[in-house]
């Protein structure tokens, strides 16, 4: 019977140890209240309290926390602009009372100091510096969040801009316009490619003909001085330069027909200006023709007197016209 009634005894005491101890999680602090008066704060680990007595009335996490403030707001080129700040907050340990007891919603307080700030700063900047100036925005949110909220017992750790979404409308000219800038920046490379194709072209071309011209030259000095090497020869054995010019003007006249007479595809034709040019063409192809044999004939003659020495023929008396064969 006695066994009996231990039972319930244990069961009632264990109830009562529950009541009198309780658990706080790592990172966070309990509020313990005495009859509805504020006893103490508890730390992390196994607690104690009076049963009935002591209540916990909330528990405040210590870790750091973020909250998202979407905000929309205009900019100083009347452009609406919607702008997403991550405030990122702790408790601070040692002001877990004033967190708790002064501030019944901190993060809505958080919010109203985010939209406060940010409907005053970016009102007077243009999109463009929105952009290029959200650091400013976030470290003015910052400063103007930890003075406000220090006396509460939060601490901000850091603020963000996260997001900056203009209008879909701008958004769009936005995209028309940085398209434009790079087509006409891509128009002026290749207008500079092509402007240097064609200076190259140009270069290559003058250089070309600079050469060409230089091997014209090059190739008439050396006729030049082939034809002066030519007359000296001729002067050289008794003939005069009026008769070493005929010579190698009728000479070079048949290399000329031989060299066009090798072409199988090619036609000749030679149309005098008047029939009297034509008949003065051929007479003066005919003496000079003549000399040529003339010359031909003095040469022979000079070569055999040298060969004989002492003895001397008489000069062979030039061809008449009718001697002369084509």
């Known amino acids: 019977m006695g066994g009996i009634l231990a039972i319930p005894v244990l069961i009632f005491a264990f109830f009562i140890l529950l009541m009198f101890i309780f658990t706080v ?6 509020i313990i209240e005495r009859f509805g008066r504020f006893q103490s704060i508890r730390s992390s680990g196994l607690r104690f309290k009076i049963p ?14 973020q909250l998202d403030v ?25 002001k877990v009372y004033e967190a708790f007891y002064k501030l019944e ?10 939209f406060d700030v940010v409907r005053a700063e970016v009102p007077k900047m243009k999109l463009d510096d929105v952009f290029e100036r959200k650091d400013d925005i976030a470290i003015a949110v910052k400063r103007e969040l930890n003075e406000a909220m220090l006396d509460y017992g939060y601490d901000i750790i850091k603020t963000l801009v996260t997001d900056i979404d203009p209008d879909v409308q701008v958004k769009a000219a936005m995209n ?28 290559a071309e003058a250089e070309s003909k600079r050469l060409q011209g230089q091997g014209i030259a090059d190739q008439r000095r050396e006729i030049a001085r082939g034809l002066e090497e030519s007359v000296e020869v001729l002067n050289n054995v008794g003939i005069n330069s009026q008769e070493a010019s005929a010579l190698i003007v009728v000479t070079q006249h048949y290399d000329t027909l031989q060299s ?9 034709i030679l149309l005098p200006n008047s ?3 034509g008949s003065d063409m051929l007479n003066n192809m005919i003496a000079s023709f003549v000399a040529s044999n003339q010359i031909g004939e003095e040469m022979k003659r000079k070569n055999q007197t040298t060969g004989l020495g002492t003895q001397k023929k008489k000069r062979t008396p030039p061809p008449s016209n009718d001697d002369v064969n084509f």
């Open 25 to 30: 999680k790592q990172q966070t602090a309990a």
């Open 52 to 65: 009935i007595v002591d209540r916990i009335v909330g528990r405040i996490n210590l870790k750091i926390q």
């Open 70 to 94: 979407l905000v929309e707001t205009k900019t100083k080129d009347d452009v609406f602009v919607r702008l997403k700040i991550s405030v990122q907050f702790q408790v601070i340990k040692d």
């Open 105 to 114: 919603s901190p993060h809505d307080q958080i919010t109203s100091y985010v």
């Open 176 to 203: 028309r316009i940085n398209a434009a800038e790079r087509e006409k920046v891509a128009a002026e490379y290749e207008a500079e490619a092509e402007r240097i194709k064609i200076v190259a072209k140009a270069r």
């Open 260 to 268: 066009i007479g090798e072409e199988t595809n090619s036609n000749l």
């Open 275 to 277: 029939p009297q040019a």
